[in-house]
């Protein structure tokens, strides 16, 4: 459950962005439906046709004003990108990474928060040269399908440790 004192931050920087983007561009848009309903590792989503954000409430307890600074401003600039450029434009391509910068904020395309508490159902164990890995069930199933993993720190594909017991999350 979302506090209403985090609720209250989260619209203020919705707010802030907002008007920034009124001042630079002098487009008033309107403020979108903000829902904290994602679960799992995604910190947020924006939903252009439903002019929408969903953000993941147990990231942001945990984040506080780093997660608001960060994944809120992300979002934000997704709807404005929407409404400025139109659809034709790539998710985190040029314009949404200018106004990113011109919102204050790094234009990273993802996070880097401990999912650890966040985390829903069944994960399975893989390696790689350097450490352990906890793959989704989702991804456990495309790998066992063909896909292949790779750590992003020794660039080695991730074996699936058949012996290790899966941890339940």
Not at 38 to 59: E, P, S
Not at 77 to 86: E, M, T
Not at 120 to 127: C, F, M, P
Request: proline share 3%; charged share 20%.
């Amino acid at each position: 459950m979302v506090s209403l004192i985090e609720q209250q931050s989260v619209q203020a920087k919705v707010n802030e962005c907002l008007a920034k983007v009124l001042v630079r561009f002098g487009v008033d848009i309107p403020k979108p439906i903000i829902r904290y309903n994602l679960r799992g590792a995604v910190a947020g989503r924006a939903y252009y046709y439903q002019h929408l954000i969903d953000l993941n409430a147990v990231l942001l307890k945990e984040n506080g004003q780093k997660f608001i600074d960060r994944t809120v401003v992300h979002e934000v600039a997704h709807l404005i990108a929407y409404k400025l450029y139109g659809s034709n434009i790539r998710p985190h391509g040029r314009e949404w990474a200018n106004l990113m910068v011109m919102l204050g904020a790094q234009p990273n395309r993802c996070h880097s928060y401990d999912v650890t508490n966040a985390r829903i159902g069944k994960t399975y164990s893989y390696s790689c040269g350097c450490r352990k890995h906890a793959l989704t069930g989702i991804r456990h199933k495309r790998s066992r399908e063909g896909s292949r993993y790779t750590c992003t720190k020794c660039r080695k594909v991730l074996v699936w440790d058949q012996g290790s017991p899966s941890v339940a999350t």
